[in-house]
């Protein structure tokens, strides 16, 4: 019954089943309307269903039939983000994607708030349909474990090197597994849920994106890191701080915030084993380690204080002293790890996919990407990164006042 379950869900997400169909039943328009924008009674599009993943707070709304591209200009949608605040905000069709005529994604904890209506081109005019409730929806949950379910994992070998001491080898099995099994059971739940918020499926990911992984559990050779992904002649590897997990030991770090902290850190460091990075001359501060901290965000791995401080304490918007070496940042988006990484993910509020959208960026703009290109060729032209930072930050400081 699971098995059947499962391939529901997938054939859901990829358009190729269809739920009992619910009605979009009306509902008053509110709100002030732009000049020029004429309301339209019953043209909502019907949607046949919508799904939820719990890890990534998405909701997934799928339209019955695909929307005609030339009448078709996208959504508006009221809802509550992720940070408690209220949001109104336009998803566009975009000819870039062409899935952004069958469906749109929404990031919410609270899927009863979204309210959504159609925004149509009536002979060059914008017009609006109703509003329609996604609490009329037929709801399906899912995980991230079960939309990746297809993936091959990668074939893990397991190693703890001999200067770790039996109570911190325990100490770490309390957070990652105590048997084999179970390790590579934790780290496989790791990949699906980092591959599932870059990639629509495993289509695009790959059938087994990471074919070999050693982890190893031993000393670091840099100091202060808690984890890293390297190589070695056999592949890819991820070490993990043995020095990091004996602090559980000496209660300097508390078991609840090792667990928190290295989940977080795995959820980095796997971004990197999928990732896409890009040409050389890329924008890469922000391709590469900002990325992997905007996954990291998405995923649920960094806290709230960490990432509201991040914003309000991210230096000056321009500064000429960042222009020198061989990756220059001027621009405070440029900068790698939290600083790019947590607008990135906070960007999502304009577009659920947007991490998704922003891994097919890195591929189509190639030597041309960075970050600006990347949020027009997502967004669309009318957004100015410029103007979108600034109310990143302005939901910082009301997130920060409460």
């Not at 209660?251 to 050389?280: C, N, W, Y």
């Amino acid at each position: 019954m699971k098995d059947m379950r499962t391939l529901l869900i997938c054939l859901m997400a990829l358009g190729l089943f269809t739920t009992s169909s619910c009605v979009n039943e009306g509902g008053q328009v509110f709100g002030e309307l732009p000049e020029g924008v004429v309301p339209v009674s019953g043209e909502a599009l019907e949607a046949r269903g919508a799904i939820y993943n719990k890890d990534l707070n998405e909701l997934k709304i799928m339209w019955q039939t695909t929307a005609d591209a030339k009448s078709y200009k996208g959504v508006e949608v009221s809802f509550m983000a992720l940070n408690g605040l209220s949001k109104s905000v336009k998803i566009m069709a975009n000819p870039n994607f062409a899935s952004s005529y069958d469906y749109f994604t929404v990031v919410t904890k609270n899927p009863s708030t979204v309210q959504y209506r159609c925004i149509w081109n009536k002979d060059g005019a914008e017009e609006v349909s109703e509003w329609a409730s996604a609490e009329n929806l037929t709801l399906t949950n899912v995980t991230s474990s079960e939309v990746f379910f297809d993936i091959m994992p990668p074939t893990y070998k397991l190693v703890t090197e001999s200067a770790v001491t039996p109570e911190i080898a325990a100490a770490y099995d309390n957070i990652v597994g105590k048997t084999d099994e179970e390790k590579k059971a934790y780290y496989t739940k790791v990949l699906q849920l980092v591959l599932s918020s870059m990639y629509y499926s495993s289509v695009d990911a790959k059938q087994q994106p990471v074919p070999w992984l050693k982890c190893i559990l031993g000393p670091m050779d840099y100091a202060g890191a808690v984890a890293y992904v390297s190589g070695d002649s056999e592949g890819p590897l991820m070490r993990m701080s043995s020095e990091y997990v004996g602090q559980v030991n000496n209660g300097a770090v508390s078991m609840d915030d090792a667990t928190f902290e290295i989940r977080g850190v795995l959820i980095h460091e796997f971004t990197h084993l999928v990732q896409k990075t890009g040409a050389v001359d890329s924008n890469q501060p922000s391709c590469i380690e900002g990325m992997a901290d905007a996954v990291r965000s998405a995923c649920g791995g960094v806290t709230d204080a960490n990432r509201i401080n991040t914003a309000l304490n991210s230096g000056a918007y321009y500064d000429e002293n960042r222009k020198s070496g061989n990756t220059p940042c001027p621009y405070i988006w440029q900068l790698p790890y939290g600083t790019s990484g947590y607008f990135m993910n906070w960007l999502r509020t304009y577009d659920g996919d947007f991490l998704r959208k922003l891994t097919v960026s890195i591929v189509q703009l190639g030597s041309q990407w960075s970050l600006e290109k990347a949020v027009q060729y997502i967004l669309g032209e009318n957004y100015k990164i410029e103007d979108l930072w600034k109310e990143y930050v302005e939901d910082a400081k009301s997130e920060n006042v409460k």
